[in-house]
């Protein structure tokens, strides 16, 4: 039957351990990393608490030495992890009255927190003397094995600091004391599971050593503090096992406790800094390490300012490379960004110059091609002009050829009649002859003439010329046959391009001043203004 009773015990350890370490190294650094944002509020808290209780101290009965023994342990303790200096003075004090009033249990209780002071300092001699002169004399069992606990601590601490195999003679006696503890501790308590681990030292099996400390955390009469110890002690344990994650894991949440708690005896973040270090995370190291530090000094304990000083040392020089490092890459960067930034600035003034540039050049095409299309627009009505000027010609030298042909043909006849005449003596019949040619009638033929082939190169002409008068005055009943009035005629010759008034005049058979009188007249009946009128005939265009 105790075999399946200890083998279900086992399990249930084995279960605890699970339960109480599963949780990865990220998540407890970054709560860490929470709880070190916030120590300085611990810390705050934990000094209003001793305020508080010296409060109290001030206000005991000086004859009730049981009652001012009692708030000196009281205060002993909160100084116990918190400032050394501070924590030996309430424990001399201790000692002090616990000889007045002979109390075994006072003195034992007051020599316990003496031999715990210089133990948590680091002062190995003089935790060895004061464990030597120590008289457990007439005390209860209980009290003993909380003493010889803290033996095993000495001793182990003394081998671990000597001895990296704990096998020397240090781990003999902590071996040995370990037996004591067994010897007084009640089976079950925390000091018998607590001493069981230091029984065998490192012969013990790991895995029964880490479900022990497992089983002790689970306890609800242990300290946060002592919680926090065995934290770090399952780290290193985890670690030697080959868990660095799960190892350092622990570690970070005895850190947390740690701070908490508001204790500054501690090694769990000293510890974690190197480890972080070795791994590269040199930022968090370098915060855990300082955080070690200032507790180290806060608390006064010179070898583990000394221990925190040579990782500081490394920690800060690896640092140091980093930011020179970041630095140079910094200046690097800081170049590159400049010679960059030159570059742009001198390709926005060559493209901003390109632009203006390209503006001008824009403008002066913008102009060049209006006065093109301007031009062209000239050109084009200059050709018109040439075209329709060119047509007026050939029509009117044809027409010209024809009368001239026209007026020989009948010269040549009139010749040969005057000749005919004149040969056989009839002179008579010839200035009858003579006097019976209508020269008159040929004129109007010549004017009707005219007349037809300025309509035909013009065939609205007329229309025009009557939109320049007002739209009441009644068109001319030439005009409706056809035939242009004298007053048309002039019109046609100027919209001929004959300017000249006395050739204007001889054509029509006018004199100058007729002429005139006819144009002045015109331009008086007509709408537009006089200046304008006869650019406005110039208008009129061909059908062609």
Partial sequence: MRPLLSILFLIYICFGALAQT?????????????????????????????????????????????AKFDITHKL??????????????????????ARISGEPEHLAMAQYDDLFTYLSRGDFTNAVEALERTDLNGVSD?????????AVRLYSDLSNFTSEKFEDRYARL???????????????????????NFLYGYSQNRQERIATFTAILNRDDVLPAIKAMLYSMLG??????????????????????DVQAATRETTSKHFLAYELYTRGDVDRAARYIHAALEDAENYNAPQRKAEIGRALSLIEASRYGAVNQERHLLWIFLAVTLAFVIIVGIMFFYIRRQNV???????????Q?????????????????????????????????????????????????????????????????????????????????????FLTLFPTFIEQYQELFPADEQAPTEAADGILTPEMR?????RLGVNDCANIARFLNYSVNTLNTYKTKAKKRSTVPNEDFEPRIMQIRSVK
């Fill in 22 to 66: 599963d949780f990865t190294l990220d998540d407890k650094l970054r709560e860490l990393d929470h709880v070190m944002e916030r120590r300085d509020t611990y810390y705050m808290a934990h000094e209003h608490m001793i305020d508080s209780l010296k409060r109290v101290a001030a206000s005991v009965d000086k004859s009730d030495l049981k």
């Fill in 76 to 97: 002993y303790n909160a100084y116990r992890s918190f400032q050394n200096d501070s924590a030996r003075v309430y424990a001399n004090r201790e000692i002090e009255m």
């Fill in 142 to 150: 209980s009290l003993k094995a909380e003493f010889y606990v803290q």
């Fill in 174 to 196: 902590s071996h040995a004391y370990s037996d004591t503890v067994l010897a007084y501790a009640a089976p079950g308590s925390y000091a018998a599971q607590f001493a069981s």
């Fill in 236 to 257: 290193d344990l985890y670690i030697s096992d080959n868990q660095a994650d799960r190892g350092l894991a622990m570690k970070a949440q005895s850190a947390i406790m």
């Fill in 357 to 367: 540039r390209l503006r001008t050049s824009q403008t002066t095409i913008t102009r």
């Fill in 369 to 453: 091609n209006q006065e093109i299309s301007e031009a062209n627009t000239k050109l084009l009505s200059l050709n018109s002009q040439l075209r329709e000027s060119v047509r007026i010609k050939d029509e009117y030298i044809g027409y010209g050829f024809y009368l001239n042909s026209e007026y020989i043909e009948k010269l040549e006849e009139i010749y040969k009649l005057v000749s005919r005449k004149i040969t056989v003596g009839q002179t008579d019949d010839l200035k009858s002859m003579l006097r019976l040619s209508d020269i008159k009638r040929e004129k109007e033929k010549m004017l009707k003439e005219f007349d037809r082939i």
């Fill in 490 to 494: 002039i019109f046609a010759l100027i």
